[in-house]
């Protein structure tokens, strides 16, 4: 049995997940015997069956088959029962997981019980294309927080926009597609007020056609400066405005902004402490940001070394300019040797850009 090939379907059948069962993870499930598949599922909904169940309740017997889920099976009472026990009364002989779940209530306890009860399991990670499908949930489950990833298009002198403020656009058109299937994936999609003022972006995956979900639009906004006439404030989409605590503002009339939330957050030195946002973020169930601002915000991130991961797109065309804005902001690093490395480097070609991702190491 080609363990690869059904959990790459098994993982395709996880991704219709995203965007609808967060804070959970998106899992996708399918049932084997002899090379065919009598059973498959994936989560669809915050609080509905798990995949492994919705896999099951469309076989009408199962004895003797293979399970294959993108995640270790849970096997604690949540919003739903604990699908180890359903595995266990359905006659499954096997179960190959993508990853062992990172959720301490499982952890590997899953995985244990089925074990005991003479039940085979493997781990298929599809060379850690599973880990990196979970990353989000992972760092989340773990710490509370969600998982930061800070993306930037800039041209090959190393801008972001031109002297003018002008940046529409650098990356190529097969580029910005693949940051609206990124945006797709996130719970939420970060900004600085100075983003809105100047570009009065939408911040949503309008590119990918038929989607039905959109991320949460987070402007820090610490003076009050974003105009409530910005695209982000005025199509209905769920946006939360992160104001500092001391500032006096008019909230009712933000409040009466279409599905407009205020998010009073603390600020010193004009920045606002980003690790008390990440944490309220986290309880608002927030797994995943999207950082798509400009300089000053993504300097504040890496500051604080509070991103996770990096996206950068690098176009082959040049601004100049010594006052064009850079990548990143902020104080900076004053020695070669401090410089912030990354980790897992990824270099892909995207139409004329290339495309580098990785992992910063504090």
Not at 133 to 150: A, C, N, Q, V
Request: glycine fraction near 8%; proline fraction near 6%.
């Amino acid at each position: 049995m080609n363990n690869k090939h059904y959990m790459q379907l098994a993982l395709k059948l996880a991704e219709k997940g995203i965007g609808n069962v967060s804070p959970n993870p998106p899992v996708g499930a399918l049932i084997v015997i002899n090379n065919k598949i009598i059973g498959k599922g994936y989560h669809e909904k915050y609080g509905s069956f798990h995949a492994e169940i919705n896999a099951l309740s469309n076989v009408k017997n199962s004895a003797g088959s293979t399970l294959f889920v993108t995640l270790e099976p849970c096997c604690h009472y949540g919003k739903t029962p604990p699908c180890t026990e359903a595995i266990l009364k359905s006659g499954i002989k096997k179960v190959v997981i993508g990853m062992k779940d990172p959720n301490p209530l499982v952890a590997g306890k899953g995985i244990n019980i089925l074990k005991k009860h003479g039940i085979s399991v493997d781990v298929e990670n599809l060379n850690g294309k599973i880990d990196i499908f979970y990353e989000y949930f992972k760092k989340f489950i773990t710490s509370g927080m969600p998982f930061i990833t800070l993306k930037m298009a800039m041209t090959l002198d190393g801008k972001i926009a031109t002297v003018s403020g002008d940046s529409k656009w650098i990356s190529s058109e097969k580029s910005r597609y693949l940051v609206h299937q990124l945006r797709k994936r996130s719970d939420a999609i970060l900004v600085g007020s100075n983003t809105v003022i100047h570009d009065d972006p939408k911040l949503t995956p309008y590119l990918i056609k038929n989607n039905t979900f959109m991320p949460l639009r987070i402007i820090l906004d610490p003076n009050s400066r974003a105009p409530l006439t910005g695209n982000v404030f005025k199509d209905g989409n769920p946006t939360l405005l992160v104001i500092d605590k001391k500032v006096s503002i008019d909230k009712k009339k933000i409040l009466n902004l279409p599905n407009v939330e205020i998010l009073p957050i603390s600020v010193f030195n004009n920045k606002f402490d980003l690790h008390e946002l990440l944490y309220k973020l986290g309880k608002k169930g927030i797994t995943s940001i999207f950082v798509e601002g400009g300089s000053s915000t993504s300097g504040a991130f890496f500051e604080k070394k509070l991103v996770d991961k990096v996206i950068f797109f690098i176009a082959p065309k040049i601004f100049g300019g010594k006052n064009a804005p850079t990548p990143v902001g902020g104080i900076g690093v004053q020695k070669a040797k401090d410089a912030i490395k990354l980790d897992k480097i990824c270099i892909k070609k995207i139409d004329s850009d290339i495309m580098i991702t990785g992992y910063p190491v504090y």
